[in-house]
């Protein structure tokens, strides 16, 4: 969402300065121009030389260039930015921008700013709880600006609290959120993730290879397109968003149980996750000795989580079903739709190498009741757009 943007990064005189190196990285990465624009202080941290080689922009410091004289007009950073970010952002820049005190070429730019400003302090917690920097910080919100709060953690100052500048990551994605469509705003959606696992004894289960990388991908997709979002994700490594309402579970029983749950106030939901399809009939309390040679295990089946919550559906709820097939893909996924009561069902096959389980892309048909849509294979994340353009469409 970030891509084609033009940001001002503004730098200010703290030890969080190096940080800027990747949220410049970050930010270039997603397909934004980046002009940095350092306070005097913010030098004395990081070099331009750095910063200049990362966005491939000269860095503005000056209201005049040392070289030849040359205006650096703030007026025209202003005019040109889709948004400015000032990370790290200290006690000190805070009050002047806060206050109107133009005394550097930062504070001028952000007083001629014409787009959304982003602000992401950075200081010792004493500094952050004072009363001066929270009435600076609560003035700047009246301004309209948007505060990241700082995280908590350990300090340069070798204390542990809040104040710590937010991870760059996490910068960026909020930036990211600011340009997303916002065509889900409002909407509750639910979403089921990775593996599940059914116990056979204390160490050992039944279950499958999904990472959760799809479904992860589709909540992120979901959020930032404005969704309110639940997130049921079986046992998975992978992180979301803070403002993701996650939940975890193990089995099929527990995914049953919340997705059941959290369905009655949905708009609607996406069943991601490979569950798995049946589970054994008795669980070991103690370890299975490898002295049962032919030991045989009797399997009873699971619930089938799409086909209960298409069972209860109102007219106005949604409901998206994933099919993984290795063989009749098409015959099974429009069963499948029917058998689900789904809206459509978005369908994959293992014909298809490195679109499956752990793999970083997909290719996808969608199967609805009005026929099908084929697409390229392409990384899961623009997958995920494909999947919540089609889910969008039909919500309206």
């Known amino acids: 969402m970030l891509k084609g943007k033009k940001i001002v990064l503004g730098i200010t005189g703290s030890i969080a300065a190096y940080k800027s190196c990747l949220i410049i990285r970050e930010l270039i ?17 990081i070099t331009p030389i750095t910063l200049s080689a990362l966005t491939h922009n000269p860095v503005i410091s000056e209201f005049f260039s040392q070289r030849d004289g040359t205006w650096n007009s703030h007026v025209d950073l202003g005019l040109w930015a889709d948004a400015m970010l000032i990370a790290p952002c200290t006690a000190s820049s805070i009050g002047k921008m806060a206050n109107g005190i133009a005394d550097n070429m930062l504070i001028t730019t952000y007083l001629s700013m014409k787009a959304p400003v982003f602000i992401a302090p950075a200081m010792d917690l004493d500094m952050y709880k004072h009363p001066s920097t929270q009435a600076n910080l609560e003035k700047l919100k009246e301004y309209g600006n948007n505060i990241i709060e700082p995280a908590s953690g350990y300090l340069a100052s070798g204390l542990e609290g809040k104040g710590r500048m937010e991870d760059p990551e996490k910068i960026v994605e909020t930036l990211d959120r600011q340009f997303s469509k916002k065509d889900l705003k409002g909407k509750q959606i639910m979403i089921t993730a990775g593996p599940t696992y059914e116990k056979i ?20 997709e979901c959020y930032q397109r404005g969704a309110d979002v639940t997130l049921i994700s079986g046992p998975v490594s992978m992180k979301c968003s803070d403002g993701i309402n996650r939940i975890d579970v193990e089995n099929c ?25 049946f ?29 209960s919550l298409g069972k209860i559906k109102s007219s106005k709820q949604k409901i998206v079903a994933f099919a993984l097939e290795t063989n009749d893909e098409e015959m099974n996924a429009k069963h499948k739709l029917e058998k689900k009561n789904a809206d459509f069902i978005v369908l994959n096959s293992t014909r298809i190498s490195g679109t499956t389980f752990r793999s970083d892309e997909n290719q996808i048909t969608i199967i609805s009741k009005d026929g099908k849509k084929e697409y390229d294979k392409k990384p899961k994340s623009e997958v995920a757009t494909d999947i919540i353009d089609e889910l969008a469409n039909i919500m309206q």
């Open 29 to 45: 990465k997603r397909g934004a121009e980046v002009q940095v624009v350092i306070t005097p202080a913010g030098k004395e941290f």
């Open 201 to 220: 004894d204390p160490v050992r289960f039944i279950g499958n290879y999904s990472s959760g990388k799809m479904g992860f991908a589709i909540a992120e």
């Open 253 to 277: 029983e527990s995914m049953y149980n919340e997705a059941t749950k959290a369905f009655n106030n949905c708009d609607a939901a996406i069943l991601c996750a490979a569950v798995a399809d």
């Open 279 to 307: 589970k054994p009939e008795n669980v070991a309390d103690k370890k299975i000795k490898r002295e049962n040679n032919d030991l045989i295990i009797k399997l009873k089946s699971t619930h089938d989580i799409a086909a």
